[in-house]
């Protein structure tokens, strides 16, 4: 978990007051990283921690403005299906 956190923390420096990594504009670096947005409330569940106020308060809002772009919304998957997906992969290696 400590290591999670530090990698939050330095996204967290380099978005600092801007919108996106980039600047004003949503940029490949805000491309590279919204898919993990997706991920967020499986590793926060499954991790029994929530990372968005412990490490990086900033890394939520920014996903939400990336989200206002259509594109971006059209493309990424649900975060209760993605725990549903890990959910489903956790139980078939546990009973493996």
């Known amino acids: 978990k400590k290591e999670f956190f530090e990698i939050f ?19 490949f670096v805000d491309l590279s990283l919204i ?35 259509e594109t971006v919304a059209k493309t990424l998957p649900d975060q209760k299906k993605v725990y549903e997906y890990v959910e489903q992969m956790r139980k078939r290696f546990d009973n493996a």
């Open 9 to 27: 923390k330095i996204l967290e420096r380099e978005l600092g007051d801007k919108p996106y990594f980039g600047g004003e504009t949503f940029g």
């Open 35 to 69: 898919p993990y947005y997706s991920w967020f409330y499986a590793i926060e569940t499954l991790g029994e921690f929530e990372h968005k106020r412990q490490s990086a308060p900033k890394i939520v809002p920014w996903a939400k403005r990336c989200l206002q772009k």
